[in-house]
């Protein structure tokens, strides 16, 4: 199904993105160039939720198809309320005050020295594609929920033939007829089907 298909590409998108490297932010120790710290910043550590988010729009793509009907529109709005939440994640992680308190939180963590002024240096590719990867998210999760309920679900394909409304339908219309109709050659599943439901032997041969 094309609609799953780009879900799980823009999901990879952003858990690929996320986990590359988004900024290096430099500190000019005043001891001089030597005892600068450098430290470098994933998109997990500029933004925690980014992971979470993703994996939880996956995890609610595959649940659009076990789902029918109020309980898919939900789901659908569950996928792009995850976007929402990367692209969020990407807006705030990447705002410069942003970069430079993660960095010296993780250089505290990892004893590199984090004193005096600080440069980052952003690589912008990664944080776009997870931002690209979030609004795919967001687009498709409106698309599941306006029109997702034309889609068939999982457990459709599993249904006996003529088990449908129409078959319904046709059975109510003809109540008790079943009771009068003559045996007859099982040619098709449909058949097969209503044989066993009278609790015929449809491999037998029909008697004269």
């Known amino acids: 199904m094309a609609w799953l ?3 799980a590409a823009a999901g990879a998108l952003a858990l690929l ?4 490297i988004w900024a290096t932010v430099t500190f000019d120790a005043q001891a001089g160039p030597l005892s600068a710290g450098h430290v470098s910043l994933t998109g997990g550590d500029l933004a925690a939720v980014l ?3 993703v994996l939880a729009a996956l995890a609610a793509g595959a649940a659009v198809l076990a789902t029918r009907g109020l309980a898919r529109r939900i789901v659908a709005t569950v996928i ?8 969020s994640g990407v807006w705030r992680g990447t705002r410069p005050a942003a970069v430079v308190a993660a960095a010296r939180e993780h250089a505290a963590t990892a004893m590199v020295p984090a004193t005096g002024a600080a440069e980052q240096a952003m690589t912008w590719v990664w944080p776009l594609a997870t931002a690209l990867g979030g609004l795919v998210l967001v687009a498709a999760g409106a698309v ?3 029109v997702g309920g034309r889609w068939p679900g999982m457990s459709g394909r599993y249904d006996r033939p003529g088990t449908g409304s129409g078959a319904r339908e046709a059975d109510r219309d003809g109540d008790g007829a079943a ?4 045996r ?3 040619g098709s599943e449909r058949a097969l089907w209503d044989a066993i439901d009278e609790g015929e032997d449809p491999t037998a041969e029909p008697r004269p």
Do not use: D
């Open 5 to 7: 298909a780009t879900c």
């Open 17 to 20: 993105a996320a986990g590359r």
């Open 51 to 53: 992971t979470p988010a």
């Open 80 to 87: 792009s309320l995850c976007g929402v939440v990367v692209l």
């Open 144 to 146: 599941a929920a306006v």
């Open 179 to 182: 009771a009068r109709r003559p």
């Open 184 to 186: 007859r050659q099982v």
